[in-house]
């Protein structure tokens, strides 16, 4: 008996249904970004960072000119129709000056929340 030239057409199971990558959405852990957003807490990881960043932002010793247009865009940001995704962007666009920021405070805890945010949702 001769091997058929297409195997998957005999298989029971759709060869679309069976190799989709889409099935890897059902099978991969929650919190891979490469894969699924799913299980990523997003707004709970900005929060951790933007409460780590005001403590610096927000006291004249450590703020400056910078940080004060940080604010108003963040501001601007939080009050438009896409927050969610104006802050992310706007988290991701200074993510080393946050960290330049926290080492410079000797931060641990800020820079620990900032990477993860900035390897869960960057």
């Known amino acids: 008996?001769?091997?058929?030239?297409?195997?998957?057409?005999?298989r029971a199971?759709?060869?679309?249904?069976?190799?989709s990558p889409m099935n890897l959405l059902t099978t991969t852990p929650a919190g891979d970004r490469y894969v699924t957003f799913n299980g990523i807490d997003f707004e709970g990881n900005m929060a951790r960072v933007l409460a780590h960043l005001r403590r610096y932002i927000d006291d004249p010793r450590t703020g400056n000119a910078f940080w004060d247009r940080f604010k108003a865009r963040l501001a601007a940001a939080e009050s438009g129709g896409n927050a969610?995704?104006?802050k992310l962007l706007l988290l991701h666009s200074h993510v080393y000056y946050m960290g330049d920021l926290f080492e410079d405070q000797e931060d641990e805890a800020a820079l620990a929340d900032l990477r993860k945010l900035e390897e869960e949702c960057f």
């Not at 008996?1 to 005999?10: C, D, G």
């Not at 199971?13 to 190799?19: A, D, G, L, T």
Request: overall charge negative; glycine content about 0%.
């Open 1 to 10: 008996m001769r091997a058929s030239p297409t195997p998957w057409l005999s």
């Open 13 to 19: 199971e759709p060869y679309c249904q069976r190799e």
């Open 84 to 86: 969610f995704q104006d």
